[in-house]
């Protein structure tokens, strides 16, 4: 294919507005010189205008009609886009990637909360790092074994925002228990006492790079393992096992030797998410044993605490069922059993 | 939001192609007077040039670009299209859908062959409806114990076109046990004597809204249910859980009263597909009881009949997984369980 007129598209880095207030139309810009995971700059744009385009990958897009503009700012850690989607409700983009939409937030919450307080019986000290939306929030506080719910977010603006237009996200902030910390997450997690927490979930979430990034940093996965009691649990967003450079292997790996538990990957469907789906890393520490497949602590449908409704998406066996992998993901994770 | 400017994007109806052999630049034309499934026209469009729009819903679509076109044919029954993606290598598109990528067909073909042929024991005589790719087949010479294969598919072209641009998914058709019928499927599944099959596969497909048509469709599968032998079983795509209008309810019920033995809904994730997942319809006639939630026919995975190697995706966890369904799901299959 010839060069005129293809590889220009939306990106979804830095995006301008332009008549604002009129036609609301959106104007995708250029890099802001950010790489991709796979470290190939994203194309440059010419815009489509009235639409929001989500590039998971070079050559390839989703994009959403933008049927109304509700928020757009900056603060001085990152910039924040809600706007109405003609299918997905409110859709709200941080740093120019889809945080969530209002039409699957649940899938994701709901996994990433419960997958590791259902493993762990009785769970009473939990710390959120990131997650200022309050979804996680509002998942922990159908728990009722938890007495303490410390969450450690820089960025007032997007509480700030999610308690403006998405009540029913940031509910998890009328929770009693919850303890607001406003702060960055590596400092705070390396102030806490040794074995504080029965579970730390970790919501800094950014499809794709940053998340293997997040992983990969040694430093701060001894600062969480060291901050969870024995046979305590660290919750964390993963690549998608569709990801072009899946890597979760060396990740594995290397939590086990930090975390000395129980590692497992599991995954399940966001169809907003790039691929429709996201993974997710368990990991325990050593001490009582934790098998993540097989939830000890199962949910009371009867106790939501602030929550409005009884979970959507997770249950027992949606639970069990997102450790099983497909074979491609097996073999990825454990090349020596093939 | 205003009327201009807005609500003008691609869609997938009817392609047509500008400087074909120069910039394969695609536009998509207007709508040729077909109607989503939920009823509404979809827009018309204004092209992005060297991209393939995938319209999901009114307001979304997934965007490809367009590294080459290799084919565009229509046949006195349908459109195709295929072209080399950046990302999913050769994409085909029938009649303006996704039909399969290079990249993530064999989740699809696997799941929809295996779900079926490894919940029946012995299975001996198959027959695939539509499928004329032949990715099916290549699934279903995996199993050792058939001993004969029809397919019924309608158009030569998809044939032809898959075994040129596609030949480790056509390699399904060098099975020896194969046996080709260029006959419309229904009318085909009409002639058959009752008791023939002890699985048969619909591969008819078209997501979203055509797939819940052919489900409603009494007098089909009265036909292919007197087809199946007793406790044989049926095995074909249906919408997915994420679909705004998601009836599977009715579905299930129509196949219970049609089929008389087990009726389960699965799932599974295609990223290529909307919302990044399909879902099957699994039913069996009445006869020796299945349980579709747990294989009692595991691939052997020393056999691989004509594919060139082990099934990437499918496993018998993956496959008991698929039935687990989200809390939604379930509320939506069996409202008076809630």
Redesign the interface.
């Known amino acids: 294919?010839?060069s005129?007129?293809?590889?220009?598209?939306p990106t979804k880095t830095q995006v301008q507005f332009e008549n604002f207030d009129?036609?609301?139309?959106v104007t995708s810009a250029a890099n802001n010189g950010k790489k991709e995971c796979n470290g190939t700059p994203k194309d440059t744009s010419p815009a489509?205008?009235?639409?929001y385009?989500d590039v998971s990958?070079?050559?390839?897009?989703?994009?959403?009609?933008?049927?109304?503009i509700i928020f757009q700012g900056k603060s001085e850690f990152q910039e924040l886009l809600v706007f109405e989607?003609?299918?997905?409700g409110k859709v709200a983009i941080l740093d120019g990637y889809i945080q969530l939409t209002e039409n699957?937030e649940f899938?994701y919450q709901e996994m990433l909360t419960h997958l590791a307080l259902c493993s762990v019986p009785n769970p009473k000290k939990v710390l959120l790092v990131g997650g200022g939306d309050g979804g996680i929030l509002r998942e922990i506080s159908r728990h009722s074994s938890v007495q303490h719910i410390d969450i450690c977010e820089i960025d007032t603006m997007v509480i700030d925002v999610y308690k403006k237009f998405f009540p029913d996200i940031a509910i998890g902030y009328e929770d009693p228990r919850v303890h607001v910390h406003i702060r960055d997450g590596i400092a705070f997690i390396n102030s806490v006492p040794k074995g504080t927490y029965d579970v730390i979930i970790l919501d800094a979430f950014q499809p794709m790079g940053p998340i293997a990034e997040v992983l990969a940093d040694k430093c701060f996965l001894d600062s969480v393992a060291n901050a969870l009691r024995p046979g305590g649990v660290l919750s964390a967003p993963a690549d998608s096992?569709?990801h072009?450079n899946f890597v979760v292997a060396d990740t594995i790996e290397k939590c086990k030797n930090i975390f000395k538990g129980s590692v497992n990957y599991a995954?399940t469907?966001v169809?907003t998410y790039a691929?429709?789906?996201i993974g997710f890393m368990l990991c325990s520490t050593k001490g009582p044993p934790v098998n993540f497949k097989c939830p000890i602590n199962p949910l009371n449908p009867e106790q939501n605490g602030v929550a409005k409704g009884?979970?959507?998406?997770?249950?027992s066996?949606?639970h069990?069922?997102?450790f099983?992998?497909?074979?491609?993901v097996?073999k990825a994770i454990d090349p020596k059993r093939y």
């Not at 009129?22 to 139309?25: F, L, M, Q, T, V």
């Not at 489509?48 to 639409?51: A, S």
């Not at 989607?85 to 997905?88: A, L, M, T």
């Not at 009884?310 to 249950?315: A, H, R």
């Open positions: 294919m010839g005129s007129g293809v590889g220009q598209y009129d036609e609301n139309i489509l205008p009235g639409w385009a990958w070079p050559g390839e897009a989703h994009i959403y009609k933008m049927e109304k989607s003609s299918r997905h699957d899938a096992l569709w072009k995954w469907t169809p691929s429709g789906v009884p979970p959507k998406f997770y249950n066996e949606i069990s069922a997102a099983c992998l497909p074979s491609f097996e």
